[in-house]
Nanobody
């Protein structure tokens, strides 16, 4: 079992920045690929970014456009998502997820464990 707890969400003005964190406990963090997903009101959950177990490889959604950066610190069992140039369309609940596999999975079904989510609201 892996437990995931997100933090760092909140309210921010358009153009602002946030850094989300996800602390993992349970099985060795460094063996899991990790990902961020988000779900906006009235929409399905969508992939944001993922990172390989070692942290050497990442993938991200087209809408990221260089604004977001996923990273991990395996020594601290922590996953991060740095988000810059936020806009209203980024308003959503952001979830971290763990996949017991290599690479940078992008599909929800590839992930085995999920956090409870953290709310990000971008508004003036």
């Amino acid at each position: 079992q892996v437990q995931l707890v997100e933090s760092g969400g909140g309210a921010v003005q358009p153009g602002g920045s946030l850094r989300l964190a996800c602390v993992a406990s349970g099985r060795p963090f460094s063996t899991y690929a990790m990902g961020w997903f988000r779900q906006a009101p009235g929409k399905e959950r969508e992939f944001v970014a993922s990172i390989s177990p070692s942290g050497m490889t990442t993938s991200d959604a087209s809408f990221v456009k260089g604004r977001f950066a996923i990273s991990r610190d395996n020594a601290k069992n922590t996953l991060y998502l740095r988000m810059n140039a936020l806009n209203a369309e980024d308003t959503a609940v952001y979830y971290c997820a763990a996949a017991n596999k290599a690479g940078t999975p992008v599909e929800e079904f590839e992930y085995d464990y999920w956090g409870q989510g953290t709310q990000v609201t971008v508004s003036s």
